[in-house]
């Protein structure tokens, strides 16, 4: 299952080469800590979006791919958002 995982959408993050250094095999509140409190590192969009998620588990990884998946789809125009579709 981990191996799955690793190479889900829902499992990346945008990070600098010294904070995925530091991150290491670290526990997911270890590296959050690397995530946000990194001086003068930036936090991208696809980071920021991890500040809710408390335990990284199969399910969290899995719903926020498929989050990211429905948001990339919209954006490059593969699904129409309900709301714009006609009657």
Known sequence: MRLEAANLLGNLTLI????????GNKSYPDKRKVFFNTPNAPIHSLTRDIAGIEDWTMRAIEER???LVRILCEDWGLIRDSSSQAA
């Open 16 to 23: 600098t080469d010294a904070q995925n250094t530091a991150c």
């Open 65 to 67: 791919h498929e989050r």
